[in-house]
């Protein structure tokens, strides 16, 4: 019988509705562990996770049967309703529509893993909308401004 073998790494970003700082240090570890259960219970593989107040970075190993889409889709939903049940914030929480996702090769994983762990001391010199549009840049991926992700100047 054959058999799919396959090597996807994939770097994910995606941001609080509003971009606002709901997501304080003091949970950070907990909602780590939230996302890293969801992730495992699609059988992914979290390689490296990082929650900033306003948004986050995950490095996942994804199986050729899952779109990054429903996985991002998956971890929005459930961490949004575990933070409303928490009360973490008032009201419900909501994380904003779309999310950026970075394809990278094996060899970069430590390097991608490593930067995704040092985000704070990162936007100590560098604010988000900067690190974004430099990935997609980097990346060449083509966008119109106006879809992105609500900036906080």
């Keep these: 019988m054959a058999n799919t073998y396959s090597q ?6 995606f941001v609080v ?12 570890e907990e909602l780590h562990k939230i996302m890293t259960g969801i992730i495992s219970k699609r059988n992914q593989k979290l390689i490296s996770i990082f929650a900033m107040p306003d948004h986050v970075h995950a490095l ?12 991002v889709r998956d971890i929005k939903a459930g961490s949004s309703k575990y933070i409303t049940q928490k009360r973490w914030v008032k009201g419900k929480f909501s994380w904003q ?9 094996k060899s970069q994983i430590s390097q991608v893993a490593n930067y995704i762990l040092s985000q704070e001391e990162h936007h100590s010199k560098r604010i988000f909308k900067e690190e974004y549009l ?3 840049e980097k990346f060449e991926i083509e966008y119109d401004e106006k879809f ?3 900036w906080i100047e």
């Design 134 to 136: 430099d990935m997609l």
């Design 8 to 13: 996807i790494y994939i770097h994910i970003v």
């Design 60 to 71: 996942v190993g994804l199986r050729p049967s899952m779109a990054v889409s429903d996985l």
């Design 148 to 150: 992105l992700f609500e």
């Design 97 to 105: 529509e779309g999310h950026g996702s970075f394809s990278h090769s």
């Design 17 to 28: 509705q509003g971009r606002l700082n709901l997501i304080p240090k003091q949970h950070r």
